[in-house]
């Protein structure tokens, strides 16, 4: 029987592009791995949406990758229901790996799916990649049940990761050091972004620019983590903004309409990752508009090392992350509308040169995240293959 790593992810394989589903590609190219999404409540019915399956689905991704979707009851995180989610999800899990002929050896929590103790002596990480209790009312659970299960995955864990420094002191006040794993970037996808990029024709949602039109651009999920009064300063600016992101239900709901319809500002929802550097081809300064919440001062956008690594300006808020990352002159930090937007504006309209890109790019490639999965992969006591062009 064959190794196997399950990485129970915070978020679908399938949904924006984050940590689990970098972390998770690139632990595959060195053991087969298997990644649980968080499991779907049933309410009208076992059949999966997405592929007309009764129950758990297992689906192959690749060669070395597979990706479970268990079914929970109804009111799946609900306090006990909880219980019985979880006890769903590790009898699933112990199945598909029966059902590829692996056995478990390795266990990475991401999310907020207890799956400590899954396989008897495998080598479990606690990855906290957000603070979950912060976040509760983002992902509409239980503050207390979150803590809760927050210590109890802390306390089984063989060892503890994090993102963030914030995490790490999280962390600590429940008697664990960790170690600081940070989200990372992936700099071979943008290798190419800025060749032909006067002959290559926008994508089909985008307008047609006129040369030198300076542009600012927002790629990630537009949701409760976003202050859309950042994002109405710099549309006030004139600058054409691009924003490129699903948007979470409910979020701004008269706001969000206005400032998607004036003429300056497109959204084009979401897109692939592989998609992304044909948008950012077009932005001059990425920005990263985070609302200063205790969520956010937790977290470690991706954002921003993205922007950097396609050899982009950034503006980003004031954020623990963005000052541990001490970019200097390569990331402008604005927290209010106007000194945000204004930042923006300024960036925008510097002239782009190869030398300046190139630097943003060597900044960016410093934290590639074939460098972050070295640390992760340590810790589960997995050798990194080395990968070709890396």
């Known amino acids: ?98 059902r590829t002929g692996h056995r478990i050896t390795s266990v990475v929590v991401a999310g907020s799916l207890d799956l400590t103790g899954v396989a008897p002596g495998a080598r479990t990480v606690r990855y906290a990649t957000d603070d979950l209790v912060a976040g509760a009312s983002l992902i509409r659970m239980s503050a207390a049940r979150l803590a809760a299960t927050e210590r109890r995955m802390v306390a089984r864990a063989d060892a503890v990761a994090v993102v963030s420094p914030g995490l790490a002191d999280r962390m600590a006040a429940l008697g664990r050091e960790a170690a600081l794993v940070p989200n990372g970037c992936d700099v071979a996808a943008y290798a190419d972004i800025d060749t032909g990029a006067e002959a290559a024709p926008p994508p089909a949602d985008l307008p047609a620019l006129p040369a030198g039109t300076p542009v600012a651009g927002f790629v990630g999920h537009v949701n409760a983590r976003i202050d859309i009064a950042l994002l109405e300063a710099v549309a006030g600016t004139g600058l054409t903004l691009i924003i490129v992101g699903p948007r979470s239900a409910g979020y701004e709901p008269r706001r969000w309409p206005a400032l998607t319809a ?27 508009p985070y609302a200063a919440t205790a969520f956010n001062r937790a977290s470690f956008p991706l954002k921003t090392l993205e922007y950097l690594a396609a050899g982009r300006a950034v503006v980003s808020t004031a954020l623990p992350a963005t000052e541990w990352l001490d970019a200097g002159d390569l990331v402008a930090v604005a927290s209010t509308p106007a000194s945000f937007a204004a930042a923006a504006a300024e960036r925008a309209r510097r002239p782009r040169t190869p030398e300046l890109a190139a630097r943003r790019r060597a900044f960016a490639a410093r934290h590639d995240w074939q460098e972050r999965v070295r640390l992760l992969a340590g810790l589960l006591g997995i050798e990194i293959r080395e990968v070709a062009g890396r």
């Open 1 to 98: 029987m064959r190794d196997l790593l399950v990485y129970a992810g915070g978020t679908r394989y399938d949904g924006v592009a984050g940590t689990d589903r970098h972390m998770a590609d690139r632990l595959a190219a060195s053991t087969d791995v298997l990644y649980v999404d968080p499991p779907r409540p049933v309410r009208g019915g076992l059949r999966d949406p997405e592929t007309g399956r009764y129950g758990h689905v297992l689906r192959e991704v690749r060669t070395g990758l597979w990706r479970l979707g268990p079914v929970a009851p109804p009111a799946a995180y609900r306090p006990g229901v909880d219980v019985i989610t979880a006890a769903m999800a590790r009898r699933a899990v112990r199945a598909a790996a029966r």
């Open 262 to 288: 004036r003429p300056n500002v497109h959204w084009v929802g979401a897109k692939p990752y592989p998609e992304l550097p044909s948008y950012l081809r077009y932005v001059d300064v990425g920005l990263t």
